[in-house]
Structure formats: structure tokens, C-alpha cells
């Protein structure tokens, strides 16, 4: 495994070095330290295009638009349409504007490239959303495959708006927050992270995430290890004191522990839930 990561790392730093260095990251269950590591040996030697800085993980402190910043963003910045980098990799760049539902307008770029030998595509899509009135987007997503099947993508969207039924009021205010990341293999390896936030006027707070995970396919897992795994947690504050939080984690294998090939499959897992305030605690 680590041997191939190496190999992904050092065509896709070949290509397009930045990409290695902002999507090799992967959860820990996944083996995806090795991957990271050789990434980010592959991009500090790769000249083609000036890496950006380690980013810290996205959190609902950080400003969303410097999360949203890349350096492929200034491909095509000067009003060129497509070029070649030093590395021989090609890319084009398109931008329009869009006429939305509801008087909204939407403002887009959408940059795409491909490695000297075609071995390595990725894309970089980003927009801002406005209307007239209160409502306000910002977004990002970025994907690429490569040529041993694996695909990977990473998005983020914030978005400023104000509860229909409730008008313009400050309380009827909200704040969307959302961020989702995956990749996977052709041989069934995977993984995957999201987490949504929302943030309204009247204090209450909605948040909430998942994780996921798994091995190739007909992998044997070691004793204790599953096949596949899930991770969810999330809290809910009523903006007056109250709160309800809860986790669910979930694991499955193909085969029980033991080493026999036909040992029936086995599962487990556990949640937990806890309340605070009048408002989840009646009845």
C-alpha cells in the first residue's frame, strides 16, 4: 500500500502539485499516512507550480474564504483560456454567469487539466451566489481520478440567508456551513468525511457529522479490525440553554475473528444520546 501510494503521490505531483498536497490527507483508519507522506515529499520537490501552505482543517471559526483559496486559481487569471505548465500538464479555464431562480445570480469559474501522459485528471470548480436581497453563497469543489481508478473529491459551501417565513429579522437569520470530502480505489478501498453547520439569529444551533471507511474488497481484516465503519455524531442548542448531543458509531467484517473463510460475519456498535434544557427533556 505504501509502495503505491508513493507512486500516486509522485504522478500526481508530477501534474499537478498542489492537488497532492491538499487531497492526500485521509482519516486514520484509513492507510492514508503513507499517502500523506509521500505527497508531501513529492510536492516540496515538484517545481511546477509554488505549493500553498499547510492548511489547518476547516472549522467553523475559519474564515470560509480563505479556505476556498488555491493556487489553481491563478491559472487563467491574466484572461488566458488554456495553457501547459513546465511539467507538460495541460489545463483550461472557463467563467460565466448564470441567471438562478429567485433573482439570484451566480458567478462561476471552473478550471480543469490533465497530467503530460494522461495518467492524471482533476478539476476546480468555485462560484459565489448573491440576490438582490439577503441571500449570499460561496463555494468550492474539487475532484480528480487518475489512471488505477482511484477518484477523490473535496467540497465546501457557506451560504448567508434569512428563514422564508420569518422576513428579515435579525433572528430570522442563518448561516449554512457544510464540507464533505472522499476518495476511493478500484479495489473497493474508501473513505469519507462530512460535517454540516447551521447557525440561526435566535442562538439555536444545528450540528452535525459523519465518517466512513473501507477496506478492499475481500480484504481479511486483523482480529478486532473491521471490513467497513461508520462514525456519526451531532448536538442541537435550542439558544436558550438547552441541548441535545449523540454519537453513533457502527463496524462490520466479513468473517469472525478466527481465520476460517467461511466463519459467519459479525457486527457492533454503540450510541449514546444526552439532554439538557426543558425544550428535550419533556414528555
Avoid at 517545481?47 to 491563478?74: F, G, T
Avoid at 482511484?150 to 456551513?177: L, P
Amino acid at each position: 500500500a505504501a509502495a503505491a501510494a508513493a507512486a500516486f503521490a509522485a504522478e500526481a505531483a508530477t501534474s499537478v502539485p498542489e492537488l497532492a498536497q491538499q487531497l492526500a490527507p485521509a482519516p486514520a483508519k484509513v492507510a492514508a499516512p503513507a499517502m500523506a507522506a509521500a505527497a508531501a515529499a513529492a510536492v516540496a520537490a515538484a517545481p511546477a507550480l509554488a505549493p500553498a501552505p499547510a492548511a489547518a482543517p476547516l472549522s467553523s471559526e475559519q474564515d470560509i474564504s480563505a479556505a476556498l483559496n488555491s493556487p489553481v486559481r491563478d491559472l487563467g487569471a491574466d484572461g488566458t483560456t488554456e495553457g501547459v505548465l513546465a511539467n507538460g500538464a495541460r489545463w483550461w479555464r472557463e467563467d460565466g454567469v448564470e441567471q438562478l431562480e429567485g433573482a439570484r445570480t451566480m458567478k462561476w469559474t471552473c478550471i480543469r487539466g490533465v497530467s503530460a501522459d494522461g495518467g492524471v485528471e482533476w478539476e476546480e470548480r468555485f462560484w459565489e451566489t448573491s440576490d438582490p436581497y439577503a441571500f449570499r453563497e460561496l463555494g468550492a469543489v474539487k475532484s480528480g481520478r487518475d489512471a488505477t481508478g482511484q477518484a477523490w473529491q473535496e467540497s465546501w459551501k457557506e451560504t448567508y440567508n434569512h428563514e422564508s417565513a420569518a422576513g428579515f429579522k435579525a433572528s430570522a437569520r442563518v448561516i449554512h456551513r457544510e464540507c464533505s470530502k472522499w476518495s476511493s480505489h478500484a479495489d473497493g478501498r474508501s473513505w469519507s468525511e462530512g460535517w454540516v453547520e447551521d447557525y440561526r439569529g435566535d442562538g439555536s444551533v444545528d450540528r452535525k457529522c459523519e465518517k466512513a471507511g473501507s477496506l478492499a474488497s475481500g480484504a481479511a481484516p486483523d482480529d478486532g479490525h473491521a471490513n467497513r465503519w461508520t462514525e456519526k455524531w451531532g448536538e442541537k442548542w435550542d439558544g436558550a440553554g438547552g441541548c441535545v448531543k449523540w454519537t453513533d458509531t457502527w463496524a462490520d467484517r466479513d468473517h469472525a475473528e478466527g481465520g476460517a473463510e467461511d466463519a459467519p460475519g459479525r457486527s457492533w456498535g454503540e450510541k449514546w444520546e444526552e439532554r439538557w434544557g426543558e425544550s428535550f427533556n419533556q414528555g
